[in-house]
């Protein structure tokens, strides 16, 4: 591996860890959008940032972005006040206006300038080693590094100290605020956060890579765990698997880098959905799948024991009868006794179905459990 | 169309699961042509589940439902609906005649719009529920009572021979409480068949006729008269029923 | 005088008003759906998972033929709202993440494919690129054909199972209740939407199309309360800003198409917050100031009958300062008196006191017999 090589890689790892952390919040809060909207219109801090400075490098640009990023929550949550749009309209309508402002300046005034839209939307993180950092005269490493790595420890910093106003903000917005808790100021540091990361990101993978990164892996762990703590270190892990393996894939086909990282975090995703045990799509697939035949064979279970010595349990205990009586059908009843034999409640004799001692027992708990408690009211 | 001896409902074993236990457990209930009958229960005692697992809006663990001897997909022409109001978005940019004529896509069909004839139908169901001046009311601005009775409205235009209602006295004013039941009590006098999930057990003699207590099981059902004791409260309720009556049993009823 | 004639004669020009026309209705009239159905960034998501679409089709077909890039869009497009909904529905990431996610990870794809599609000998990045941004002056009279033909499709649609798509927004068990499908209603109205985004991504692009979907509805809301209505205002004001963005764009030097059409429409929309009856945030204001004043008007005319009963006459006056001392906005009561003396209601006596004229104790007293209290 070249030196340029691992270098994209550390960039990668700490840009997803950059954004797994914010995203977070993003996803618990429901607010995933936001990353969406934010990461477009901050073109237009960056935008007006330049035309001040006009200097690419500046962290003045940093600044612009942070302030339109939160501009952009303000107007939404403005909107939102007035009552006459639902709240995803709200968001839809803002930073489409934000960013075409900021792709008209772009194309009128800017337009020599190498701040062309495609690398917003895109980056190239390619690149990325070749613009240097460049401290007292010496060459410490890709800027893009230093950036995102200071970032990122900004954001644990942030996430360090206000992890418990966090945790309230996003679970219960209402009893923080009647403990003294401001949600709005955790919210608006919260989309700072956001802002910051995506224009530091920028650079090196583009806007819809930070949208990406910010959403797929918190979405991932929110699958895999219910503890906060938890779910912040796995999707900075699942977002930093997904960089890399997304690098070298793309490396492997030689197809775009920021792309294939974004379409890697998804992969993971679709894996955690389908197969993690429990909350996986396949598991409980299953799971609902044998709930199902158990419950109906506990209700044969009761059905055979309600009937149980009675005169007409010749009838009713019959194999056949229970398509008439429980509208089941052929297949299903086929398939219930097959179970309910299997599992040792109850045999056959010629047509009839007899309990055992197991399955009588069972039906005695099942009747227990199903019958409700007495309830107040 | 349909035999004098047929029940409007006929529930047979219905068993309704959620995950492993059931909401609904072996549901047998037969409901006669021209009642007017309460569903009443505890909370989670399954009563929307019931009205919504007839109207095949969920699919049951087990059983059978008839109404008037056929399946629910051969008869929907001749039932009506009036569900709970908070399943709906009031902000909808609607009006109130537009809200009832709603009520006639059934007959309608695909594609098929309504007419004069549907017009004239949502007209008078209106003026039944006096609600003819609110014609072209935007639905927002109306009050918990004025919805409901838009609401029944909308039922009354399918022109249905039994109806389902959930909780339509739920949070009405005093006035509309007066016009929906009076109006229930037109149906029923016109041979229509209404069954009602309500949570008011204070009037339920007044208002209905037949009753069905309802926790899980069918604890009973049958004629007010008959069933509506102290007893069959005590087990649907499990035994915490502050109760004050003259109209069931015969000593006065305060049970704890 | 000139440019209303070369809209028709210069063919550029002429290709891209049509096109932006045709776009402007299609999304604005489906997009009320959408909003109201609270899918207003179901847009979004569907527009961004066509890049992947146009890509494969590219692929696959080996042609540029605006046909199949756009039957790869749609298709892309639905396969990236099923997945939301499948996601949605079986697991606990709730609606704003899941089409989030779909957005991203699908264009990161589509990004995959461009830059792999760009290393074959027949593809120039440029034909594929414009589904990005949009470029309208690309715009062919065969683009526009199609665009038509399938727009009006849509519209055709939409209008024939018209009742079916306002049940299904309104109350969705309801008609399934009456024995309607809701399910297939709901994928044929998903379907019409999709081909609305579809046909305007090459005007507006990806990034902005969901603008051109969610704003006409969301400004045609302010106006009216009646469904048809709104999807014609809808229509109508995507339509005036996809027009305005093109002819802006033409006049001007530099000026990109799409997110000048995205500004034309904002401003519509603005425009409706603020102004729009009833709904209006100036509507609301002026009537909040109308109420306050009358209220203030009523307030002083009353104490004034008041400090009249006093005396013997009705017409007794009073310095202002008595009035101000009964008031609970003293530094309004002059003002308020100035009101009341435009309507003719009092008169000030050359002492400078004030008094109620025969109409302002007519009106007084009306006001006290509403309220209940007969002197």
């Known amino acids: 591996m070249s030196s340029s090589q691992i270098e994209i890689q550390l960039i990668a790892i700490v840009v997803a860890a950059a954004c797994a952390l914010p995203g977070v919040f993003l996803v618990l809060r429901r607010v995933a959008l936001l990353s969406d909207a934010i990461s477009h219109s901050i073109l237009l801090g960056i935008v007006l940032a330049f035309f001040i400075v006009e200097d690419l490098a500046s962290p003045l640009l940093i600044v612009a972005a942070a302030l339109t990023g939160v501009f952009t929550v303000f107007l939404v949550e403005m909107i939102n006040r007035t009552r006459l749009v639902k709240e995803d309209a709200a968001i839809g309508l803002v930073f489409p206006v934000l960013f075409s402002i900021g792709v008209i300046l772009i194309s009128r005034y800017a337009g020599n300038v190498h701040l062309d839209i495609d690398s917003v939307l895109l980056g190239e993180i390619a690149f990325a080693p070749f613009n240097r950092m460049v401290i007292a005269g010496m060459d410490v490493g890709p800027k893009a590094l230093w950036v995102m790595g200071g970032i990122l420890i900004i954001n644990i910093v942030l996430i360090i100290l206000f992890f418990k106003e966090f945790k309230l903000v996003s679970f219960d917005s209402g009893l923080a605020a009647a403990l003294g808790f401001s949600p709005t100021v955790i919210t608006y540091l919260l989309m700072t956060q956001v802002s910051i990361t995506a224009v530091g990101a920028f650079d090196a993978v583009g806007s819809i890579l930070v949208v990406a990164l910010m959403i797929a892996p918190p979405a991932t ?29 793309a490396h492997w086909l030689d197809v775009s880098i920021a792309g294939s990282m974004a379409g890697m975090s998804g992969v993971l995703f679709g894996l955690a959905f389908l197969l993690v045990p429990k909350r996986g799509l396949l598991a409980q697939m299953m799971r609902r799948r044998k709930q199902k035949r158990e419950f109906k064979v506990v209700m044969l279970l009761i059905h055979l024991y309600n009937h149980e010595g009675l005169p007409e349990a010749k009838c009713e205990c019959r194999k056949d009868h229970l398509t008439d009586h429980l509208s089941w059908s052929e297949e299903e009843s086929r398939q219930v006794v097959e179970m309910t034999l299997r599992s040792g409640y109850a045999s056959i004799d010629g047509e009839l179905l007899l309990l055992t001692d197991r399955g009588r027992s069972t039906a005695k708990e099942a009747i227990i459990n199903w019958t409700p408690r007495t309830q107040t009211t | 169309m349909e035999s004098s001896g047929v029940n409007a409902l006929e529930v047979r074993d219905l068993t309704v699961a959620y995950r492993d236990k059931p909401v609904l457990w072996d549901i047998d209930l037969t409901v006669p042509k021209g ?3 309460a569903i009443i229960g505890p909370n989670g005692a399954g009563k929307t589940t019931l009205i919504r697992s007839v109207l095949s809006l969920l699919k049951p ?3 059978q439902v008839r109404i008037f001897g056929k399946p629910y997909d051969d008869q929907r022409q001749s039932v009506g609906y009036v569900p709970q109001r908070g399943s709906v978005d009031w902000d909808f940019p609607t009006s109130v005649l537009d809200v009832v004529l709603m009520g006639r896509y059934g007959n309608l069909g695909w594609i098929k719009r309504p007419g004069m004839n549907d017009h004239q139908l949502a007209m008078d169901a209106l003026k039944k529920v006096a609600m003819d001046e609110f014609t072209s009311r935007q639905i927002s601005q109306l009050s918990g009572g004025q919805q409901q009775r838009v609401f029944l409205a909308r039922a009354l235009v399918q022109q249905a021979s039994l109806y389902f209602m959930d909780e339509p006295f739920q949070g009405v004013d005093a006035k509309t409480e007066r016009t929906i039941i009076a109006l229930l009590k037109e149906l029923r006098a016109a041979g229509k068949t209404v069954v009602v999930v309500h949570h008011d057990l204070q009037t339920v003699p007044d208002y209905f006729d037949w009753v069905t207590l309802l926790n899980v099981r069918c604890v009973t059902s049958g004629p007010v008269k008959e069933v509506f004791t102290e007893q069959n409260l005590r087990i649907a309720y499990g035994g915490r029923v502050a109760f004050k009556s003259e109209a069931i049993g015969s000593e006065t009823n305060q049970v704890t | 005088m000139e440019f209303i004639t070369s809209i028709f004669t210069d063919y550029t020009l002429r290709s891209v008003v049509f096109g932006s026309a045709i776009l402007g209705i299609v999304s604005g009239a489906l997009g009320s759906f959408a909003v109201l159905r609270r899918q207003s960034l179901l847009g979004d998501a569907i527009s961004h998972t066509a890049l992947p679409g146009v890509a494969i089709a590219f692929l696959l077909t080996g042609s540029r033929q605006p ?4 039957l790869g869009a749609a298709l892309a497009g639905w396969m990236g709202t099923l997945i939301v909904m499948v996601v949605i529905g079986k697991s606990r990431i709730k609606q704003d993440s899941a089409l989030g996610m779909v957005l991203a990870v699908l264009f990161g794809f589509g990004m995959v494919l461009m830059s792999y599609v760009q290393r074959t000998p027949e593809a120039s990045k440029a034909g594929l690129d414009k589904f990005l941004f949009g470029q309208a002056s690309t715009l062919m009279t065969e683009d526009i054909y199609i665009m038509g033909v399938l727009g009006s499709i849509a519209l055709i649609l939409m209008l024939l199972f018209w009742k079916e798509f306002k049940i299904l927004s309104f109350d969705r068990e309801f008609g399934t209740s009456m024995g309607f499908k809701m399910r297939l209603v709901d994928i044929l109205l998903t379907t019409l939407l999709v081909i609305a985004i579809v046909i305007g991504l090459q005007t507006v692009g990806v990034v902005l199309m969901s603008a051109m979907v969610v704003a006409p509805a969301a400004a045609a809301r302010q106006w009216t309360d009646r469904l048809g209505v709104m999807v014609l205002l ?22 990109p198409t799409g997110p000048t059409a995205v500004l034309c429409i904002s401003t519509i929309v603005i425009i409706s917050l603020l102004f729009a009856p009833n709904r209006g945030l100036i509507y609301r204001q002026l009537s909040y100031l109308r109420r306050r004043r009358a209220l203030a008007m009523n307030s002083v005319l009353l104490d004034l009958f008041e400090l009249a009963q006093h005396h013997k006459r009705a017409e007794h006056p009073h310095p202002l300062n008595t009035l101000k001392s009964m008031s609970d906005r003293p530094e309004r009561v002059e003002r308020t008196l100035l009101e009341l003396y435009d309507r003719g209601l009092v008169d000030k006596n050359t002492d400078g006191l004030w008094y109620l004229t025969s109409e302002g104790q007519s009106h007084a007293k009306k006001q006290l017999g509403e309220i209940g209290v007969m002197s």
Request: proline share 0%.
């Open chain 3, 234 to 255: 809808a229509a109508l004001f995507g339509a005036l800003g996809g027009v305005s963005g093109a002819i802006l764009s033409s006049m001007t030097h530099k000026l």
């Open chain 2, 35 to 37: 009642v007017l009958m």
């Open chain 2, 61 to 63: 663990a087990a059983g």
């Open chain 3, 67 to 70: 046909l199949w890039l756009l």
């Open chain 1, 221 to 249: 762990a929110y699958i895999l765990t219910d503890n906060m703590t938890r779910m912040i270190i796995y999707s900075a892990l699942i977002g930093a698997v997904g960089a890399v393996s997304g690098y070298w894939i």
